[in-house]
């Protein structure tokens, strides 16, 4: 009786001291530096550049062996910026990135070292392809791709890479429309299970589209290079 | 006589089939302990939104602190500012931004445990529009730690304020050429349509009621379940000394003193708070009441004053929240 209870106290117990790996990124609201740059072919946008949007909202989470990342970044910036598009006080929206967008990843490996896998992602995303100067007058496009992600350990350091591709549509004004990412979130445990982490991204979009008040088909290529900070809890 | 009986059996077991109560739910205790928390909590609210009868509504973001320093203080601080607040323009001086901050200190008279049986969800379904959940009837014992305290604090908040919820007999613009009310003797409202900008300071008091809930089971043949809980209710009374309604300025350049003849001073609230008490996550707070601020105008002069209901509000902030074990902690009678 005694060796059944200590057996199955062990297993209780062996169920709780379970390697937790990974990290969860909060950037709830979290902050990032960086900049956007959109050239055109159509003479009347041209090709212009301007600051990331500083205030942004996404959980990036890799636990065990799921990856999860939810982003509302450009909805939450748009959202930073009511009272100064009110007062039409803003030069140019720099909403870039996802209005509502997540992936969705398992990976594989055993141990708290090392893990690496595949991910989906889907979502609606948008990108100020018309210079527009109110966030919220921004359109809409359906973001869908892969993507792999790795994750490694290296004691108080943990480090994400994440690649991928994605197609873009909206069938009121896309008709082409890719591109690829590239992230590393470098994560540093500070005090309790709790720490910083800094992820630089960078973007790169093609589009094929119908400017909103110009009908000539063009084509643009936008460029993004942002530095992301925020709180992260380790497990 | 073979058929009948037959169906009346077939009835029968169909009928226990759909209608089986009985329960054998056999459970291990894993954690319930109360007192084994994180007794300080930060929260940055990425959103809060508050919609009040002074503007219409504010959204923006803010900050939230809590902390239970040993068995008999309780403090708390709660900042929030307006990225979007109806009313506001940042180049229109007449206005004022959403602003709202408040520190709180309490003082814990009540800090106790008792079993009581709290629920727990086994699963949950939902199918179209019907959701099945499966509990452990009756529920599981668990040790509910429940602390009370009396608490004040100061507040101290700025708002923009809509014009056409004030009453004329009561609004005088004193300044320029000459003073005049709201609206005038053809009954033309002056500076119709627009907004101006409050200010209040304000001390609250009132009670505050914690419950704290940790308990983790082990189900047969269902896993881990939990009931965790650490949520706040608290009730409060206000005194606002300080109730002004900005000077407003016209485009020509004349500043006119805006006087509201009636104030009422004292206001109320209520609120709650959620959270979890170890793990990080995501917490809430949800607050309405009736600030200071204008008193509606009395109508029949035999009546008395009517609750304004312009200043009545409700707020939802909500946010991710670090907890921290923070000395000193009360960890309970031995």
């Given at each position: 009786?005694?060796i059944l209870?200590?057996?199955v106290?062990?297993?209780?117990?062996?169920?709780f001291?379970k390697?937790q790996?990974?990290?969860?990124?909060?950037?709830?609201?979290?902050?990032?530096?960086?900049?956007v740059?959109?050239?055109t072919d159509?003479?009347?946008l041209?090709?212009y550049?301007?600051?990331?949007?500083?205030?942004?909202?996404?959980?990036?989470?890799?636990?065990?062996?799921?990856?999860l990342?939810?982003?509302?970044?450009?909805?939450?910036?748009?959202?930073?910026q009511?009272?100064?598009a009110?007062?039409?006080?803003?030069?140019?929206s720099?909403?870039?990135?996802?209005?509502?967008?997540?992936?969705?990843g398992?990976?594989?490996?055993?141990?708290?070292?090392f893990?690496?896998?595949?991910?989906?992602n889907?979502?609606?995303?948008?990108s100020?392809?018309?210079?527009?100067?109110k966030t919220?007058?921004?359109?809409?496009?359906?973001?869908?791709?892969?993507?792999?992600?790795?994750?490694?350990?290296?004691?108080?350091?943990?480090?994400?890479?994440?690649v991928?591709?994605?197609r873009?549509s909206?069938?009121?004004?896309?008709?082409?429309g890719?591109?690829?990412?590239?992230?590393?979130?470098?994560?540093?445990?500070?005090?309790?299970?709790?720490?910083l982490?800094?992820?630089?991204s960078?973007?790169?979009?093609?589009?094929?589209?119908?400017?909103?008040?110009d009908a000539?088909v063009?084509?643009?290529k936008v460029?993004?290079?942002?530095?992301r900070?925020g709180?992260t809890?380790f497990f | 006589?073979?058929?009948?009986?037959?169906?009346?059996?077939?009835?029968?077991?169909?009928?226990?089939?759909t209608?089986?109560?009985?329960?054998?739910?056999t459970?291990?205790?894993?954690?319930?302990?109360?007192?084994?928390?994180?007794?300080?909590?930060?929260?940055?609210?990425?959103?809060?939104s508050?919609?009040?009868?002074?503007?219409?509504?504010?959204f923006?973001?803010?900050?939230r602190?809590?902390?239970?320093?040993?068995?008999r203080i309780q403090?708390?601080?709660?900042?929030?500012?307006?990225f979007?607040?109806?009313?506001y323009?940042?180049s229109?001086?007449?206005t004022?931004?959403?602003?709202?901050?408040?520190?709180?200190?309490?003082?814990?008279?009540y800090?106790?445990?008792?079993?009581?049986?709290?629920?727990?969800?086994?699963?949950?379904?939902?199918?179209?529009n019907t959701?099945?959940?499966?509990?452990i009837?009756?529920?599981?014992?668990a040790?509910?730690?429940?602390?009370?305290?009396?608490r004040?604090?100061?507040?101290?908040?700025?708002?923009?304020?809509?014009?056409?919820?004030?009453?004329?007999?009561?609004?005088?613009?004193k300044?320029?050429a000459?003073?005049?009310?709201?609206?005038?003797?053809?009954?033309?409202?002056?500076?119709?349509?627009?907004y101006?900008g409050?200010?209040?300071?304000?001390?609250?008091?009132?009670?505050?009621?914690?419950?704290?809930?940790?308990?983790?089971?082990?189900?047969?043949?269902?896993?881990?379940?939990q009931?965790?809980?650490?949520?706040?209710?608290?009730?409060?009374?206000i005194f606002a000394?300080?109730?002004?309604?900005?000077?407003?300025?016209?485009?020509?350049g004349?500043?006119?003193?805006?006087?509201?003849d009636k104030?009422?001073?004292?206001?109320?609230?209520?609120?709650?708070?959620?959270?979890?008490?170890?793990?990080?996550?995501?917490?809430?707070?949800?607050?309405?009441?009736?600030?200071?601020?204008?008193?509606?105008?009395?109508?029949?002069?035999k009546?008395?004053?009517?609750?304004?209901?312009n200043n009545?509000y409700?707020?939802?902030?909500?946010?991710?929240?670090?907890?921290l074990?923070?000395?000193?902690v009360y960890?309970?009678?031995?």
């Amino acid at each position: 009786m005694r060796i059944l209870f200590t057996a199955v106290s062990l297993l209780i117990s062996s169920l709780f001291l379970k390697a937790q790996v990974g990290i969860n990124c909060q950037y709830f609201p979290g902050l990032q530096v960086g900049f956007v740059r959109v050239k055109t072919d159509n003479a009347k946008l041209g090709e212009y550049k301007y600051g990331a949007g500083l205030p942004i909202l996404m959980i990036d989470r890799i636990k065990d062996h799921w990856y999860l990342n939810t982003d509302l970044s450009a909805l939450y910036y748009g959202a930073t910026q009511t009272n100064k598009a009110n007062d039409n006080q803003i030069k140019i929206s720099k909403a870039e990135g996802a209005f509502f967008s997540g992936r969705l990843g398992y990976l594989f490996g055993k141990g708290d070292q090392f893990r690496m896998g595949p991910n989906i992602n889907v979502g609606s995303s948008t990108s100020n392809l018309d210079s527009l100067k109110k966030t919220f007058d921004q359109r809409a496009y359906t973001n869908l791709g892969l993507g792999v992600v790795a994750y490694k350990k290296f004691g108080k350091l943990r480090l994400v890479g994440k690649v991928g591709y994605e197609r873009y549509s909206a069938k009121s004004y896309i008709t082409k429309g890719s591109g690829t990412y590239l992230e590393a979130t470098i994560a540093y445990s500070i005090f309790q299970k709790y720490g910083l982490s800094i992820m630089p991204s960078f973007y790169s979009k093609k589009f094929e589209y119908t400017p909103k008040n110009d009908a000539t088909v063009t084509n643009a290529k936008v460029k993004s290079f942002v530095i992301r900070f925020g709180l992260t809890k380790f497990f | 006589m073979k058929k009948t009986r037959y169906k009346i059996t077939l009835a029968l077991a169909a009928f226990l089939a759909t209608n089986i109560n009985a329960q054998s739910v056999t459970w291990k205790v894993i954690e319930d302990d109360p007192y084994d928390i994180k007794n300080f909590s930060l929260a940055i609210d990425p959103l809060f939104s508050e919609f009040s009868g002074m503007n219409g509504y504010s959204f923006g973001w803010g900050a939230r602190a809590e902390y239970m320093m040993g068995k008999r203080i309780q403090a708390g601080f709660d900042i929030r500012t307006g990225f979007g607040t109806k009313g506001y323009l940042i180049s229109n001086d007449n206005t004022r931004n959403y602003f709202y901050t408040e520190g709180s200190l309490g003082f814990i008279f009540y800090n106790k445990d008792k079993k009581k049986n709290v629920p727990i969800i086994l699963s949950q379904t939902t199918s179209g529009n019907t959701r099945t959940t499966v509990s452990i009837r009756g529920g599981v014992p668990a040790t509910v730690r429940r602390v009370t305290s009396l608490r004040g604090g100061v507040y101290q908040m700025t708002n923009s304020l809509s014009y056409k919820f004030l009453a004329d007999s009561l609004t005088t613009f004193k300044g320029g050429a000459s003073d005049f009310k709201l609206k005038d003797s053809a009954s033309n409202v002056n500076f119709s349509g627009q907004y101006g900008g409050f200010a209040s300071t304000a001390i609250f008091g009132g009670i505050n009621f914690r419950k704290i809930v940790q308990l983790l089971i082990d189900v047969d043949g269902w896993g881990y379940r939990q009931n965790k809980r650490y949520t706040d209710f608290y009730i409060d009374g206000i005194f606002a000394p300080v109730v002004l309604i900005k000077d407003f300025k016209t485009p020509d350049g004349t500043t006119y003193d805006v006087k509201y003849d009636k104030i009422s001073y004292f206001g109320w609230r209520m609120g709650w708070v959620w959270r979890k008490p170890k793990e990080q996550g995501f917490s809430a707070k949800f607050e309405f009441g009736n600030r200071p601020g204008p008193k509606a105008p009395v109508k029949d002069p035999k009546a008395t004053v009517p609750v304004n209901f312009n200043n009545y509000y409700a707020t939802l902030t909500f946010g991710l929240y670090i907890p921290l074990k923070i000395k000193p902690v009360y960890k309970g009678e031995d």
